[in-house]
């Protein structure tokens, strides 16, 4: 039901909203007075500085509205967003395809956690603006789409015309990280002859090469299939068995348990990558990430961002 009162408020949103300014209200009074004057009086020189006052007024409205016209804005994280701590936006500014440029642009977003703004005083025609914003996440989920704006005071700072913007996101705000120490609470088990691992170093003699994990030794590494592969190999001896720790979050579970399971778990895992040990984390019965799994840390985090205390990841989420 939100999403479509949020289209349908979409589609009859005016293309563009417009402001006065002060020192437009300061013109248009003054413009009035001058009409008022010239009809009056019956004066042509008042009536020419009635028109070149009227002339500005339709000029800014042309110039403001070439510079908003092709200008795109999206919002991505420079660095890794986790709940209840400041991360840094890349917040990038085209103007592809334009032949004019975006001048005196100021933009504003409303990012999970509150609303951003920053300026940018040009973006060249063809061309693209970086800044880097700072925004602090309140909870954890998948950020869908951005809700924002674009204003420009060009030319003459009388009015100050805006455009409303739907900016997609598709990235996740990652859980608060448990504070040290609490996350060896979800370490359950151990390696057992009857659950083999992936990772480590056992026996003296190669049987074969894998992939490289963080754990792994540089001596180990096989370089003649890292050149076949494209990609860092290790030898895989015999009788070798990975430390790789199991990771469960129980789930179904009451909803103030399971957030502070996920903020443990988070924890965990920024823990162990930073200590290069393997791991496998478990929602519930799924398995979300394997040890052996390239993008381990990105698949384990964005899945505890999005969990459900039912067990089941989020299907769309907004802002």
């Not at 020192?23 to 009035?32: D, M, Q, V, Y």
């Not at 020189?45 to 016209?69: D, K, Q």
């Not at 990609?231 to 068995?241: D, I, L, Q």
């Amino acid at each position: 039901m939100k999403g479509f009162l949020h289209r349908l408020s979409r589609r009859f949103r005016p293309p563009r909203r417009l402001r006065i300014t002060r020192e437009g209200k300061a013109f248009l009074l003054l413009t009035l007075g001058v009409g008022v004057a010239a009809v009056n009086t019956g004066n042509n020189l008042l009536y020419l500085a009635l028109s070149a006052n009227l002339a500005l007024v339709i000029l800014s409205g042309f110039l403001s509205e070439w510079t908003l016209r092709r200008v795109s804005l999206s919002l991505a994280p420079a660095s890794d967003p986790f709940a209840g701590s400041e991360a840094l936006l890349l917040a990038s500014c085209s103007a592809a395809g334009k032949r004019f440029p975006g001048l005196s642009l100021a933009a504003s977003a409303r990012v999970p956690g509150g609303d951003i703004s920053f300026r940018l005083p040009d973006v060249p025609p063809g061309g693209r603006v970086t800044r880097v914003v700072r925004f602090s996440p309140s909870s954890r989920g998948r950020v869908g789409t951005i809700p924002a704006s674009l204003s420009t005071r060009f030319p003459f700072a009388l009015f100050e015309k805006s455009r409303d913007l739907d900016i997609p996101a598709g990235w996740a705000v990652y859980p608060r990280p448990a504070l040290p120490g609490e996350w060896k609470r979800i370490l359950l088990d151990a390696a057992t002859e009857e659950d083999p691992r992936a990772a480590g170093r056992a026996g003296a003699f190669p049987r074969g090469a894998r992939e490289h994990l963080p754990a792994d030794p540089v001596r180990d590494i096989h370089w003649k299939a890292t050149a076949r592969a494209g990609r860092w190999m290790v030898k895989e001896r015999e009788g070798e068995s990975a430390p790789a720790v199991d990771l469960r979050v129980p789930a179904p579970c009451p909803a103030e348990d399971f957030e502070r399971r996920i903020s443990e778990a988070c924890g965990a895992v920024l823990a162990l990558e930073e200590r290069g040990i393997p791991y496998r984390l478990w929602l519930g019965d799924h398995l979300v990430s394997g040890a052996t799994d390239r993008d381990r840390r990105t698949r384990a985090l964005e899945a505890l961002a999005t969990a459900r205390a039912d067990g089941t990841p989020e299907v769309e989420a907004g802002t």
